[in-house]
């Protein structure tokens, strides 16, 4: 039985996005298992093998500077996991991950810190990656004090500045995290991932846990400072309105794999992967089209133990024997870069279980 990794190689860039230059990052094959094994004694007495959670296994792509690569796809797929990969915070089990051709292992190596200074992170939840004994000030000035030799005039020259810049007053410096509303908690996060000049922000679900008219705001403001800054973003997200709003491009992971890589209007004008077209029949239609609907099939499997072959093949209405017991290679259809039988065999197309 074969086991050929399905992780989804790059499709072509649109010339504008990739500027003829270097890859600002480049993830190759990167791969990170969790050991969730029981105690070893436990282990032994009852003859039970090693439990490995495979959170992300054989992932690559490319993100060119300026550009928005959002990774979507259901919870537990990968994708906060696979940021941690890209900003340091997990090791790497397997592959490589580099920004501007540097490794980033070396973010925790003496000379890592010009690195670090380069990339930035943006968390799903402003109140809990916020010190709530700083005040404001303290907490946008933080990444100053780590990468730059600002006096203490300088920093709060720059503190205003950045807050002006997202949209809140410079007074707002002596106030305490408690004291602002979930939006506004994040544009001081937007600030204070601003403040050492990064070029890469990773946007990990940065409007989940606000209302939606809060959303529109935070995004617009992100879209702004992009066209300002030049910024490339990351950005995880499991909405796909919100992703329809800010990516260029666009990566569906499931079970810690790529299944699908292409732009944009692409992947939401012709999805090619048939968990893809599951995921958009999934958002809500207010326009009452009548339009028939693929619900979402199934629950995911248990990571611990996967599927052989497709992982997504339990839940696909087009699986057949080749699925079940083969891994699909990444093959390019169209713009986009698919792993899929039935992109290879040309029968992703049914509309019905084979």
Known sequence: MSDTRSSVSEPAVPAAAAGGTQPLVEVRDAARWFDVSPPWLERVLARKPRALLRAVDGVSFTLQRGET???????????STMARLLVGLYG?????????????????????????RRLQMIFQDP??????????????????????RMDAAQRRARVDELLRQVGLDPSDRSRYPHQFSGGQRQRISIARALAAHPELLV?????????????????????????????TYLFISHNLAVVHHVADRVGVMYLGRLVEL?????????????????LLSAIPDLRGTGKSRTPVAGEVPNPLNPPTGCTFHPRCPHARELCRV???????????VVACHGVELGWETLQGPA
Request: proline content about 9%; overall charge neutral; glycine content about 8%.
């Open 69 to 79: 690569l959002a990774l979507v796809g259901e919870s537990g797929c990968g994708k």
């Open 127 to 148: 109140y809990a990656s916020q010190n709530p004994r700083w005040r404001v000030e303290r907490i946008i000035a933080e990444p100053l004090l780590t990468h730059t």
């Open 203 to 231: 946007c990990d679900e940065p409007t989940s846990a606000l209302d939606v008219s809060v959303q529109a705001q935070v995004l617009n403001l992100m879209k702004d400072l992009q066209r300002q800054l030049g910024l």
């Open 92 to 116: 790497l089990t397997r592959g490589e991950v580099l920004i501007d051709g540097q490794p980033v292992s070396r973010l925790n190596e003496p000379g890592g810190r010009a690195l670090r």
């Open 326 to 336: 083969e891994a699909p290679k990444a093959l390019p259809a169209g713009e986009a």
């Open 262 to 278: 292409a732009p944009r209007d692409a992947v939401f004008g012709q999805p090619r992967h048939p968990y893809t077209r599951m």
